[in-house]
């Protein structure tokens, strides 16, 4: 198996709102386990312990919610990428990603010839899109 870089999600409390709305974007496979799987018992029982998405697209997701006593301190050091020359495909994974969110750069030509676009979504994760016209990573 080869070795796969997963960006993992630490949210508070909407783990699984979160990874169900990035299934309905990406599409794929989902898997959720919660706290109350391994045994806890109380509010802590109902919250995402681990999840993951995994697409056709190659797009790979895991998430959680934080435990008892965690901090969660939403930055701007980390951003997720999505890149490509599939135009529709990214524009529509743009648009959902932005819904309830807030897009902070418009998705359109930029100085160096892609179409490229930011926003945060709903739950303070910010996606940079970027649609290059040969398929190459801006």
Known sequence: M?????????????????????????????SVM????????GDLASLVMHSQLT?????????SDIGPGEVVDHG????????????DR???????LAEGGEVHVPLEKQAWGDVFGQCVDRFGIIWLVNIGSAGTPG
């Open 2 to 30: 080869p070795v796969l870089l997963n960006p993992y999600l630490t949210l508070t409390g909407t783990a699984r709102e979160a990874m169900t709305l990035y299934q309905s974007v990406f599409g794929g496979e989902l």
């Open 34 to 41: 919660t706290y109350g799987d391994m045994g806890a018992e």
């Open 90 to 96: 990214l524009r529509g994974w743009f648009e959902a």
């Open 76 to 87: 701007t050091t980390v951003r997720l990428s999505l890149s490509g020359d599939d135009e």
């Open 55 to 63: 697409s056709a697209d190659g797009v790979a997701l895991m998430a």
